[in-house]
């Protein structure tokens, strides 16, 4: 098992900006998706929250916000290897591992959209436009590849 | 309760690199400081293991999950007002609202020193000293502030 989470570390990884943690059980390989996915949800409820008039727009709060999000969200992708699609809590379907072109499509034109974040976050408008781009490319993903 | 956690925020971020989520709820604030410090652990083991010979060092992988473990453990230092001493699956101990100056004095210290982390990874010795140092520091807080 822990060959395979190797193995899928390295299919998986492809050029993303995370790094294989070669040792997890797949149960922690899962915690991990998990966990960078929940803190980047975290940062990005604030920015939609300013967006949409719920917050006050507060310009170096969105851009730490959108530095972090950016950041972290880079950091899962190696964590959707076989072995990894059941335990713990998962809401990934099995459409990740059945068809990994269009998960890696997905995902990094959602990259691309959160690496724009952080600049975008240093006016309200520019940030407003950002948010919706990026929120779309995260939902393009979850529709498709997140349980309910 | 949502004014506790923001007035928490203020209070403890005290020039740590996290941002206020004014919005969370407090169990999320819980989930955000444990998904933070779990990431930092998972990729704080690989370089634990590196120096113990128990993994191949490889200076890239070391380096960059140097990079994220100081980098994630930034976050969540707000993340630890009142209100968030309990609820969830917290191991946080009273301590850390009954002494918050020897808390951040702890969290000050080991900020310091997951910090050099990155430049230290990049050769096994001083990948090995810096490690130490690193752990020592986590472990002073752990001690006294986690429970087991």
């Given at each position: 098992?822990?060959?395979?989470?190797?193995?899928?570390?390295?299919?998986?990884?492809l050029g993303a900006?995370?790094?294989?943690?070669?040792?997890?059980?797949?149960?922690?390989?899962?915690?991990?998706?998990?966990?960078?996915?929940?803190?980047v949800?975290?940062?990005?409820?604030?920015?939609?929250?300013?967006?949409?008039?719920?917050?006050?727009?507060?310009?170096?709060?969105?851009?730490?916000?959108?530095?972090?999000?950016a950041?972290?969200m880079k950091?899962?992708w190696?964590?959707?290897?076989?072995?990894?699609?059941?335990?713990?809590?998962?809401?990934?379907?099995?459409?990740i591992?059945?068809n990994p072109d269009d998960f890696k499509s997905k995902r990094d034109a959602m990259l691309a959209e959160i690496e724009k974040l952080?600049?975008?976050?240093?006016?309200?408008?520019?940030?407003?436009?950002q948010?919706g781009a990026t929120g779309k490319a995260c939902k393009a993903c979850h529709d498709e590849y997140?349980?309910?």
């Amino acid at each position: 098992m822990k060959q395979q989470v190797i193995a899928a570390a390295c299919t998986l990884a492809l050029g993303a900006a995370g790094v294989a943690l070669a040792q997890q059980k797949p149960e922690d390989v899962i915690k991990y998706r998990q966990s960078a996915l929940f803190i980047v949800g975290q940062n990005f409820g604030p920015l939609a929250a300013m967006v949409q008039g719920k917050m006050p727009y507060n310009r170096d709060a969105a851009v730490r916000h959108a530095e972090i999000a950016a950041y972290v969200m880079k950091l899962p992708w190696h964590s959707f290897g076989p072995g990894t699609d059941q335990g713990g809590n998962t809401k990934a379907k099995p459409g990740i591992w059945e068809n990994p072109d269009d998960f890696k499509s997905k995902r990094d034109a959602m990259l691309a959209e959160i690496e724009k974040l952080p600049a975008a976050a240093g006016n309200l408008d520019s940030l407003k436009a950002q948010v919706g781009a990026t929120g779309k490319a995260c939902k393009a993903c979850h529709d498709e590849y997140r349980a309910k």
